[in-house]
């Protein structure tokens, strides 16, 4: 079992940057794929990037909305997955939840690849 916890949203002005972070549960939590999604109001949950696990350091993957703003990183020693979110667009608001699995079963962006989610935190991006 693992338990996520995310953190880092807030709002801020377009163009600006934060930071999210999960944090997980675990010892091997190292050779978890991990997945950042997003939902807005009104509108189906979206994915945004993941990473995965391989001997050499995993391999990322970005939803073509942020590739280019946004990167997904692991501190293994930490347990924990960031979001480094760039150049933010009020359309880049939404609540972020980051899912886990240990088993790759669908492409890393596919929402019904992962076993464990977050509760999510609010990203909000002002005009």
């Known amino acids: 079992q693992v338990q996520l916890v995310e953190s880092g949203g807030g709002l801020v002005q377009a163009g600006g940057s934060l930071r999210l972070s999960c944090a997980a549960s675990?010892?091997?939590?190292?050779?978890?794929?991990v997945g950042w999604f997003r939902q807005a109001p009104g509108k189906e949950r979206e994915s945004v990037a993941a990473?995965?696990?391989?001997?050499?350091?995993?391999?990322?993957y970005y939803a073509d909305s942020v590739k280019g703003r946004f990167t997904i990183s692991r501190d293994n020693a930490k347990n924990t997955v960031y979001l480094q979110m760039n150049s933010l667009k009020p359309e880049d608001t939404a609540v972020y939840y980051c899912?886990?699995?240990?088993?790759?079963?669908?492409?890393?962006?596919?929402?019904?690849?992962?076993?464990?989610w977050g509760q999510g935190t609010q990203v909000t991006v002002s005009s």
């Open positions: 675990g010892r091997t939590f190292s050779r978890y794929a």
């Open positions: 990473i995965t696990f391989t001997w050499t350091g995993g391999n990322t």
């Open positions: 899912a886990a699995t240990l088993v790759i079963r669908d492409t890393p962006l596919y929402a019904g690849a992962y076993d464990y």
